[in-house]
Nanobody, 129 residues
Framework: QVRLVESGGGSVKVGGSLTLRCEVSESIYGRACLAWFRQVPGKEREGVASVNGFRQSVYADSVRGRFTISKEHGASTLSLEMNNLKAEDGGSYIC???????????????????????WGQGIQVTVSS
């Protein structure tokens, strides 16, 4: 069973910063592609940022330069550092993992919902002016 548990959400002012974390099962952490998605009511779930098994990352255009995704060293924790937050950054942030049965290290850049096979419960981020 793959465990993905988000933390760090909350309310912040426009221009502020927030760091989200996702506790990931150790058995998959190093080799998995991991990502953060954002869900807003009435809109499709969208990929925000992902990092693969080789620690290469990719970002949505809307957050590039403001958000940083990373696999923390020494802990099976995925983080998302969010700076200069905008009102449109608000929503439920969901941690996701892509692993394959052959246990190979995940390579490539994946930001589509269909690319991931495990999902966390999500955590709310509210950005207000």
């Amino acid at each position: 069973q793959v465990r993905l548990v988000e933390s760090g959400g909350g309310s912040v002012k426009v221009g502020g910063s927030l760091t989200l974390r996702c506790e990931v099962s150790e058995s998959i952490y190093g080799r998995a592609c991991l990502a953060w998605f954002r869900q807003v009511p009435g809109k499709e779930r969208e990929g925000v940022a992902s990092v693969n098994g080789f620690r290469q990352s990719v970002y949505a255009d809307s957050v590039r330069g403001r958000f940083t995704i990373s696999k923390e060293h020494g802990a099976s924790t995925l983080s998302l550092e969010m700076n200069n937050l905008k009102a449109e950054d608000g929503g439920s942030y969901i941690c996701a993992a892509r692993v394959t049965p052959d246990r190979k290290t995940c390579a490539g850049d994946y930001l589509g919902t269909y690319d991931y096979n495990y999902w966390g419960q999500g955590i709310q981020v509210t950005v207000s002016s």
